[in-house]
């Protein structure tokens, strides 16, 4: 079906430690599978995208691995820091809905000093 | 620049009531997009243009909901009569159509409804 959806939808985790946020997804016809990062009372803002024929892209700080065998991606965080702590959604593109994005549910992310 | 600007940040109206939301998208973006954000349902794509003409609006949820973009930098989402089950953070966004950037949307800070 048409969903992207968390596995988990809180995380906490202590500053300086690394987090990972995962996500699965139901639909295989995406092009681009993509995260944001939304910070309270803000909009979501994009943090980094993967196409759908790569396992692995590396951003500043953040890692997003893509498993198309079951399905998962997740991202990764390295040396968390507090600004880090928000909702993280995974969202795709691709297929009959080429032109937009479908977002799934979000994941907290809670970084203690 | 700005950034994608909306008006008002927040808008409580009783129902029954037309409530009109606004958004500036950023200049030179060929893409605006309106979603909705709720606990229960997430966020939620109700429309989106491409050069002030409507793609797919087929999130709208019903007749109540409409919205216009007269040009390249104003863009309205009008629900008319409102109800309670409308209250959200109505959000527009805005991208370009350079090579690239067809993930990275650009978030306005949001318009949070209060329908009583």
């Known amino acids: 079906g048409e969903s992207v959806g968390l596995h988990l939808p809180t995380l906490s985790v202590q500053e300086g430690d690394n987090s990972i946020i995962n996500c699965a997804y139901s639909n295989s016809a995406s092009d681009y599978f993509i995260w944001y990062k939304q910070e309270s009372g803000k909009g979501p803002q994009f943090i980094i995208d993967i196409r759908s024929n790569m396992d692995k892209r590396q951003g500043q700080r953040v890692t997003v691995l893509l498993n198309k065998t079951v399905k998962h991606l997740s991202l990764q965080i390295a040396a968390t820091q507090p600004g880090d702590s928000a909702v993280y959604f995974c969202a795709r593109r691709g297929g009959t809905s080429y032109g937009k994005l479908t977002f799934g549910q979000g994941t907290i992310l809670t970084v203690h000093p | 620049d700005a950034g994608v600007i909306q008006s008002p940040r927040h808008e409580v109206t009783e129902m029954g009531q037309e409530v009109t939301l606004r958004c500036k998208p950023i200049?030179?973006?060929?893409?605006l997009f309106w979603y909705r954000q709720t606990m229960m349902r997430g966020l939620e794509l109700l429309i989106y243009?491409?050069?002030?003409?409507?793609?797919?609006d087929s999130g709208m949820p019903e007749d109540r909901f409409s919205a216009k973009m007269p040009n390249a930098s104003f863009s309205t989402l009008k629900i008319q009569p409102s109800e309670p089950r409308d209250s959200a953070v109505y959000f527009c966004?805005?991208?370009?159509?350079?090579?690239?950037?067809?993930?990275?949307?650009?978030f306005g800070p949001g318009t949070r409804l209060t329908v009583l």
């Open positions: 966004a805005s991208r370009t159509e350079r090579e690239g950037s067809y993930n990275e949307q650009f």
């Open positions: 243009f491409n050069n002030n003409v409507p793609i797919d």
């Open positions: 200049s030179g973006h060929d893409y």
